[in-house]
């Protein structure tokens, strides 16, 4: 079984400059996050999608972040403009959806972005 | 707002040491529990995992760990680690009502020498 895919694995742009991620989850997932991972912290969740809708972007800073997930598979996280302090990595998960219950959440190999 | 704390930021052990790292969090209610590790250079992978049931959940190479509801704690044990368990290790907790969102801690990066 193929794993949860991202693109690009690494980017470098300034501060100002505007940046995409892409995410293909693992096949069949219904349930997509973006996390972002800050060097020397725990990932912290930016925004989930059920399918094609969003379930919580409380974390999303919307005045420069925004994703999306049209047709419920693929996802894109879009920084607009970057800042300094959005240095990071970006990490994408998914999770097969079980209704009333808990899930497991897979991980990509995440997309480590340097703002300068 | 739920928290998640691993005490131990680094931990420097040699081969076949015991090993037990700190997880705690400050929900009340219902919770279900995760390890994951992440080895250099690689992504973050599952360890192990509590939903319900026997509070003494076993994962993979090795890994063990045990949830007391009372200490809020979920630390994760090894008897004897080896060189290859060197890594980042993330504690992460979900809460019913929180949907399937993780709040993760913030990580304990374990170097273990030969």
């Known amino acids: 079984e193929a794993g949860v895919a991202q693109s690009p694995r690494y980017k470098i742009i300034e501060k100002r400059q505007s940046v995409a991620f892409w995410c293909n989850p693992i096949?069949?997932?219904?349930?997509l996050y973006w996390y972002q991972q800050i060097l020397g912290q725990g990932p912290k969740l930016l925004i989930q999608?059920?399918?094609?809708?969003?379930?919580?972007d409380s974390q999303l800073p919307k005045d420069r972040f925004s994703a999306e997930r049209l047709k419920g598979v693929d996802s894109t996280l879009k920084i607009q403009p970057a800042k300094l302090e959005d240095s990071a990595v970006y990490l994408c998960?998914?999770?097969?959806?079980?209704?009333?219950?808990?899930?497991?959440?897979?991980f990509g190999p995440g997309t480590r972005l340097t703002v300068l | 707002a739920q928290s998640v704390s691993q005490h131990n930021h680094h931990v420097i052990l040699s081969e076949a040491a015991s090993l037990e790292l700190g997880c705690n969090y400050s929900?009340?209610?219902?919770?279900?529990l995760f390890w994951y590790v992440q080895y250099p250079g690689q992504h973050l992978q599952l360890l192990l995992k509590?939903?319900?049931?026997?509070?003494l959940v076993k994962g993979i190479k090795g890994f063990e760990a045990e949830f007391i509801k009372s200490k809020f704690s979920f630390n994760l044990r090894k008897p004897s680690v080896q060189w290859s368990d060197t890594a980042e290790y993330f504690c992460?907790?979900?809460?019913?009502?929180?949907?399937?969102?993780?709040?993760f801690g913030g990580g304990t990066r374990l170097m273990v020498k030969p």
């Open positions: 998960a998914s999770s097969p959806f079980r209704a009333g219950g808990p899930d497991t959440q897979y």
């Open positions: 096949s069949g997932h219904a349930t």
């Open positions: 999608f059920q399918n094609n809708g969003v379930v919580d």
């Open positions: 992460a907790v979900n809460h019913t009502g929180a949907g399937n969102m993780l709040t």
């Open positions: 929900y009340g209610g219902t919770v279900n």
């Open positions: 509590y939903f319900s049931g026997d509070p």
